[in-house]
C-alpha cells in the first residue's frame, strides 16, 4: 500500500509540473493576443526631469490569459519609478491565451512599454 501511494505522488508531481511549464511563441506555439493593456503612468518625478524611452519586460502569461511573472529586462528608469510603473502597468493586461496543439499554454514574451512626454 505504501508504494502504491508513492507512486501516485511522484505521478502528481510530473502532472503538476507538466502543467507548468512555459514555452517561447514559435513554430509549434501560436502568440497570445492582449486582450486589455493598461498604460504605464509617468511619475511626477520622471516628468520633471523629462525622461523618455522605453523599459522591456519578460512577461509570463498563464494559460489562462492572466500574467503570472513580470521582471524588467531593459531598464529605463530604477530611480524615479518609471520601471516599478511599467512592471505595475504590465500585471493588469489580460490575453487570449497562446496556444500550443490548439490548447492553451503558459509562454514567456517580451513587452515594451513606452513613455513619451507631449
Not at 507512486?7 to 511563441?25: D, G, N, R, T
Not at 523629462?50 to 522591456?56: A, L, P
Not at 502569461?61 to 512592471?87: C, H, N, P, R, Y
Request: net charge positive; no cysteine; aromatic share 6%.
Amino acid at each position: 500500500m505504501k508504494r502504491l501511494i508513492a507512486a501516485v505522488l511522484v505521478a502528481a508531481s510530473f502532472a503538476s509540473a507538466a502543467a507548468q511549464e512555459v514555452y517561447k511563441v514559435g513554430k509549434d506555439v501560436m502568440a497570445p493576443v492582449p486582450i486589455k493593456q493598461v498604460k504605464p503612468d509617468y511619475t511626477a518625478e520622471a516628468k520633471a526631469a523629462r525622461i523618455e524611452g522605453m523599459v522591456q519586460l519578460d512577461v509570463t502569461i498563464k494559460a489562462d490569459g492572466t500574467v503570472a511573472d513580470v521582471k524588467v529586462a531593459k531598464s529605463l528608469d530604477e530611480v524615479l519609478g518609471l520601471d516599478k510603473q511599467a512592471v505595475n502597468a504590465a500585471k493588469q493586461w489580460t490575453f487570449k491565451p497562446a496556444t500550443k496543439d490548439g490548447k492553451p499554454v503558459a509562454v514567456q514574451v517580451a513587452v515594451q512599454m513606452t513613455f513619451t512626454l507631449q
